[in-house]
């Protein structure tokens, strides 16, 4: 490559390195790997400062259920009713017992009367506010309405008036005074039972400084594994965050470069070919999308990584990209879980199983109501790793939260893959999904050249057959070769009876050939012109770009040698060449060489008059060298290897087409029936 080709590629590099660099968590991480169950294989380890013991999240669920199923009522004490009620009994005319009246009346309020509905249930208690404080109390202390008058004789007698107390408390109905004076409030009780449960508090003990937390060889029980958990939740959330600040960064930077430097190698080890095309910038532009979700997630609440729908990363890519650039691009994608995230190693597991899943399934299940079925079987294969991981671990504990966030992030990515069709656009990239439907024959396009050029429509057939079978020679895109094939000469359109193979079959036996009568150089003109034509006629039924390179580069800058040899055989000048040469460009991709081969090889192979493997051999070989020999493999990306694969596979396809088959005899029955 050109030293500016090589900054236009790697520029783009650094700037996701910095991008990467910046997005990355700024706490340091506890440098220990230990499990429940495992052993420490580490030094033995003291405590270097204090920290409390946090309770895990199967305690703190069993405190707050606890917690909000134990409801305390809350009341409003009112001053007003008392008051009121003691007015009225002081104006009653209870002769010398109306102090000891109204004494037992004041009790009986000042504890509290409620309304018989509202009567606190248990042996609990509950909040009283009087005063603008909020008092607990026995819930036995409050008394309902009915209750209260009926306990007003007992406080009497209390007070010192032994005899005719009910007679008195009857005659002057001090009774009915007593009124609810406690006013059930809902609103208030709660948001106090839910600030009870938030209350709660989520440590359980504490370590000191200097105490030994695990031993060298130590089996980690659960126990140990809490405190563990503990050491490294505050050395996270204080110790790392307090070291030097330019150390972090610089690890950050150090790990953004190595991810960077995975990604350009494995599309190095894919093919030079990807940096050719925008493929090379959507790959990257994939990469730094879900790589920069997993860093920011992790940086700002990590709990969220259950909801990320990461194997939308491995749709993305298998849009566009071959199968065997997907995997480590993908993989390289989540390798930001295994860094920075504290269950890094098991989401690693989990979404990569989905990613291979989806993967597979995106190839058959992207249309309609299909795409509901692979989010199905996504969240299938997810929650089964999942299962797996947590029974593997020792505790067994399976949370439903965890199941719901996966399931959620499997939908994610069925909602937003249609975002693939903007990336088509901005990219400039032509999707497998339309690709199917170029490939499908019945379409409009060609359906008009089977009409109007049969034998053109029948060549690129056998072009395209025998394309399929080159491409899976070499790993090259099998389905994009046959869109190339099918549409490489549609430019034969605007005049088939200008090419053999529908002379042939539209002309009526008197009818005069086309080039009968045209000089070598206006015939070479009119076959040449069918690249061009092509070229326009993609472009006005919207073809992709990638179908009109190929219709481009079928040709690339060969000669047109047959017209070139009558030229010459005429006394024409050499200097003419030009008039004969296609205009190209030579193809540049794998794909564009196996359609020239293929659609060279395809047609000459109908003058075969020799049908044994050495004629084969020796005929593919010929037309190969000739490419050659024109420059037309110099800008191309495929190596003589891969030549050489590419050959016998053609070789291969040119003897099943020319297979023998058995000559039946004719029978005498057959003699007679054909006579008749």
């Known amino acids: 490559m050109k030293l500016r080709v090589r900054l236009n590629k790697l520029l783009p590099l650094l700037g996701v390195a910095a991008l990467l660099a910046a997005a ?6 506890l440098g220990y790997d230990y499990k429940k169950g495992g052993t420490w294989n580490y030094e033995t380890l003291y405590a270097p400062f204090d920290f409390p013991i946090l309770k895990t999240s199967e305690e703190m669920m069993e405190e707050m259920d606890k917690a909000s199923g134990v409801r305390v009522p809350y009341y409003r004490y009112s001053d007003e009713a008392t008051r009121s009620a003691i007015h009225k009994a002081a104006s009653l005319d209870l002769g010398e017992y109306g102090p000891a009246v109204l004494q037992a009346l004041g009790v009986i309020m000042e504890r509290g009367v409620v309304s018989d509905d509202s009567v606190p249930e248990g042996n609990g208690v509950i909040y009283i506010q009087k005063d603008k404080r909020a008092v607990k109390v026995p819930a036995a202390e409050v008394s309902g309405l009915s209750a209260a008058r009926e306990s007003l004789l007992s406080e009497v007698r ?3 008036v032994l005899q005719a107390a009910d007679s008195l ?8 005074l007593i009124v609810p004076n406690l006013e059930y409030d809902e609103q208030i009780t709660d948001a106090v039972n839910d600030e ?3 209350s709660i508090s989520p440590t359980e003990g504490f370590v000191s400084a200097g105490q030994l937390i695990v031993s060298k060889g130590e089996i980690i029980t659960a126990d140990i594994a809490r405190i563990l958990d503990s050491y490294k939740r505050e050395y996270e959330a204080s110790v790392g965050r307090s070291g030097p600040v330019y150390l972090n960064l610089l690890g950050n930077i150090l790990v953004a470069l190595i991810l960077v430097v995975l990604l350009a190698l494995s599309i190095l080890f894919s093919g030079k070919s990807f940096f050719e095309d925008t493929r090379y910038f959507y790959i990257v ?3 730094t999308l879900f790589a920069g979700l997993i860093m920011l997630m992790v940086r700002f609440n990590e709990n969220l990584l259950y909801l990320a729908p990461l194997t939308l990363c ?6 566009f990209v071959r199968a065997r650039v997907i995997v480590p691009v993908y993989i390289i994608s989540l390798l930001p879980l295994l860094v920075y995230a504290d269950q890094g190693a098991p989401l690693f597991v989990i979404f990569l199983t989905g990613g291979m899943v989806s993967i597979y399934g995106s190839r058959h299940l992207v249309q309609g109501w299909k795409q509901f079925l692979l989010a199905l079987l996504n969240f299938s294969s997810m929650a089964l790793v999942y299962i797996a991981l947590r029974l593997t671990g020792g505790d067994g504990g399976i949370f439903l939260n965890d199941l719901l966030r996966l399931l959620v992030a499997a939908l994610l990515a069925v909602f937003m893959y249609p975002l693939i069709y903007l990336f088509e656009k901005i990219f400039n990239l032509v999707s497998n999904s339309r690709l199917a439907e170029l490939a499908d024959t019945s379409n409009r396009v060609l359906r008009e050249l089977e009409q109007k050029a049969p034998g053109t429509f029948q060549h690129s ?20 070769l046959r869109v190339g094939a099918l549409y490489h000469d549609i430019g034969k359109l605007n005049n088939p009876m200008c090419f053999i193979e529908n002379e042939s079959l539209l002309n009526k036996p008197d009818d005069q050939k086309y080039h009968s009568g045209l000089s070598p150089e206006q015939s070479a003109e009119d076959i040449i012109k069918h690249v061009s034509d092509g070229v326009e006629a993609a472009r006005s039924h919207r073809l992709p770009a990638v179908v009109v390179d190929f219709i481009r580069t079928h040709h690339g800058t060969t000669l047109t040698g047959y017209f070139w040899g009558k030229h010459l055989s005429a006394g024409g000048s050499p200097e003419d060449r030009s008039r004969f040469v296609y205009p190209g460009p030579a193809p540049t991709t794998k794909e564009q060489i196996i359609l020239m081969l293929c659609d060279s090889i395809e047609a000459a192979s109908r003058t075969l008059t020799e049908h044994t493997p050495e004629a084969y051999s020796a005929f593919v070989e010929k037309i190969v060298k000739g490419k050659m020999d024109q420059g ?9 290897k891969e030549l050489n694969l590419l050959k016998e596979a053609i070789k291969n396809y040119i003897a099943q087409m020319h297979h023998g088959r058995v000559a039946y005899p004719h029978t005498k029955r057959n003699i007679l029936t054909s006579k008749k």
């Open 169 to 176: 408390l009857q005659a002057s109905s001090v009774a009915q």
């Open 461 to 480: 057939l056998q072009v395209m057959n025998m394309a399929d079978a080159a491409a899976r020679a070499i790993d090259a895109n099998p389905l994009l």
């Open 314 to 319: 491995a749709m993305f890519l298998q849009a």
């Open 285 to 287: 532009f994939v990469f």
């Open 158 to 160: 209390k007070a010192g």
């Open 196 to 198: 009870n449960v938030r």
């Open 632 to 640: 037309q493999f110099n800008d191309a990306d495929i190596s003589i």
């Open 24 to 29: 990355a968590p700024r706490a340091a991480k």
